[in-house]
């Protein structure tokens, strides 16, 4: 509803590794969705990730790039979180990092959205909804953090979920440290996907630290949308 499937899937993957782990969740995530995939394998340091986001073209939400962020960028690692961190900087196309602590059994299944009454949230919405009719998963759940930024009143939520199109489980939470509840909220759900919106000025609001943090801490991979507003 409202928004169009996702059409494409893209990994990146450092070819020393023997056991790819983007591209095997990238290939999951293609056979469930029923959506092409391709799989881009570079030795570290022979392209620079920016590089292949222009190769992509301006492609947008239809679009994911997978990627790995395990390493620390020495020779052999996986590749390191800054480039994951180069590639959302680009704001091109939304980015599924699997961290150091990610991990999935079955492959990718629940939705846990996270928004607060930033603009960017906008962005994360209606990529669930991409995710959604793509992957149907088997949960969604919206976890609208009232703190630090704070929200607007409970009817508004509620017109901003019809408005785009979800059905899913919205759940608010009052917190100081969104990393840790969002974590939380995941935590209970079957193989979760956690979606966040990059801030449209990075480093200079809490939702930067936020998708960082998630990132290098969360058990469930990280998809990072751009934000256009």
């Not at 590089?51 to 073209?57: H, N, R, S, T, W």
Request: proline share 7%; hydrophobic share 45%.
């Amino acid at each position: 509803m409202g928004q169009p499937p996702i059409t494409a899937i893209f990994a990146l993957d450092d070819r020393r590794r023997p056991a790819p782990h983007a591209a095997a969740v990238a290939r999951r995530l293609g056979v469930t969705g029923r959506v092409p995939t391709t799989v881009y394998t570079v030795a570290h340091g022979a392209a620079e990730p920016i590089e292949l986001v222009d190769i992509l073209g301006h492609r947008g939400g239809d679009t994911i790039m997978v990627m790995d962020a395990h390493g620390g960028g020495f020779p052999g690692d996986r590749l390191s979180d800054v480039d994951v961190e180069t590639v959302i900087a680009a704001g091109r196309i939304p980015v599924f990092a699997l961290g150091p602590r990610a991990a999935t059994r079955s492959g990718p299944d629940a939705l846990v959205v996270a928004i607060d009454q930033s603009t960017s949230s906008d962005a994360a919405l209606d990529f669930a909804v991409r995710w959604r009719n793509t992957f149907s998963p088997s949960e969604v759940v919206v976890a609208v953090l009232e703190a630090p930024s704070g929200w607007r009143e409970t009817d508004e939520v509620d017109e901003v979920m019809v408005g785009h199109g979800l059905d899913g489980l919205v759940e608010r939470v009052i917190t100081l440290d969104p990393c840790r509840s969002i974590c939380e909220t995941a935590a209970v759900l079957h193989d979760p996907v956690v979606v966040v919106a990059a801030p449209s000025s990075a480093g200079t609001s809490h939702w930067y630290s936020t998708a960082r943090r998630l990132i290098r801490s969360a058990r469930c991979p990280v998809v990072v949308v751009p934000n256009h507003a």
